[in-house]
């Protein structure tokens, strides 16, 4: 079983839902195989990251490696986190191509 949680950059728990939510409450199940994937919502720097607007984050690859970062060591190898882009850049050179 795969097992998601799914959060907008502008969650307030962003940097802790993985472990707190995923980890802790879902992957627990024993068809999870306490695995999962933490997929957020990226919608660009001028948006609030988890409740803050001066975050630093200025784009998806930035925000995914900061969300890793800060995670617990022991689940980075369990726990997938994959943020897709929908920032209005990232629409626009979609359409470009």
Not at 51 to 74: F, T
């Amino acid at each position: 079983m795969a097992l998601l949680v799914g959060k907008g950059q502008w969650h307030l728990e962003l940097f802790t839902a993985a472990s707190t939510q995923l980890s802790e409450r879902y992957s627990s199940h024993h068809d999870a195989e306490q695995q999962g994937i933490y997929l957020v919502f990226w919608f660009g720097p001028e948006i609030r990251v988890a409740g803050r607007v001066n975050h630093g984050v200025g784009s998806a690859d930035e925000l995914r490696a900061k969300i890793k970062g800060m995670m617990p060591k022991e689940l980075r190898g369990r726990i997938n986190v994959v943020v897709l882009d929908l920032s209005l850049a990232a629409r626009s050179c979609r359409q470009r191509n």
